[in-house]
């Protein structure tokens, strides 16, 4: 059971718009930053958005990251086959003192 | 460019132990924590701990304390991972990634080693 809850799946088709989302409490997400990892199929995780809302260099702007309260969702825009992968949220708990992860959700594109 | 590069699958025997190693190029190794974290076959991922290469501190997830330690050698810019008492819910890729801060993002991840513990 992981302490970030995400949903399982999410699809779309190219060019659509999809989000996913990432709950968690006061003590992680609430408190901290919140940080997205993609995994594309049998290699390692990538950073994708980092300190809520941030893009490392040669991330496109399609990916966005936003956070409200105890909550956090990453978007996709111009959804391309390429972007078909796992994706994690992330967060560091302070009643934990460590890294906390969602479970995952898997992105299919139609 | 900057990279880890981590050591080759492993195979052991419950109860046995396993030292994973992670070299780091491309930038001062000193100069960021190193991370471990775990992925159970289909599974999500798991934070098991940072080292600082500077000094050698460390921090281990609650859950694996008493079974691993990470140590490092400034030397060769490597970090170590070693897991003793081996199950076979311990059977996963096993990741290195590097960090700024022990509350920062993984910003470089390691290929991964696969170690599988079976009898």
């Known amino acids: 059971q992981s302490v970030l809850t995400q949903p399982p799946s999410a699809s779309g088709t190219p060019g659509q718009r999809v989000t996913i989302s990432c709950s968690g409490s006061?003590?992680?997400?609430?408190?901290?930053?919140v940080y997205w990892y993609q995994q594309l199929p049998g290699t390692a995780p990538k950073l994708l958005i980092y300190?809520?809302?941030q893009r490392p260099s040669g991330v496109p702007d399609r990916f966005s990251g936003s956070k409200s309260g105890t909550s956090a969702s990453l978007a996709i825009s111009g959804l391309r086959s390429e972007d078909e992968a796992d994706y994690y949220c992330?967060?560091?708990?302070?009643?934990?003192?460590?890294?906390?992860f969602g479970g995952g959700t898997k992105l299919t594109v139609l | 460019q900057v990279q880890l590069v981590q050591s080759g699958a492993e195979v052991k025997k419950p109860g046995a132990s396993v030292k994973v190693s992670c070299k780091a190029s491309?930038?001062?190794?000193?100069?960021?924590?190193m991370h471990w974290l775990r992925q159970a076959p289909g599974q999500g991922l798991e934070w098991m701990g940072w080292?600082?290469?500077?000094?050698?501190?460390?921090d281990y997830a609650q859950k694996f304390q008493g079974r691993v330690t990470m140590t490092r050698d400034t030397s060769i810019s490597t970090t170590y991972m070693e897991l003793s008492s081996l199950r076979s819910d311990d059977t996963a890729v096993y990741y290195c990634?590097?960090?700024?801060?022990?509350?920062?993002?993984?910003?470089?991840w390691g290929q991964g080693t696969m170690v599988t513990v079976s009898s």
């Open positions: 300190r809520n809302n």
């Open positions: 080292i600082i290469p500077n000094s050698g501190g460390t």
């Open positions: 990634a590097r960090g700024r801060a022990i509350t920062d993002s993984f910003d470089i």
């Open positions: 491309g930038y001062t190794f000193t100069g960021y924590y």
């Open positions: 992330a967060a560091w708990d302070d009643s934990l003192s460590g890294v906390v």
């Open positions: 006061s003590f992680n997400i609430g408190s901290n930053y």
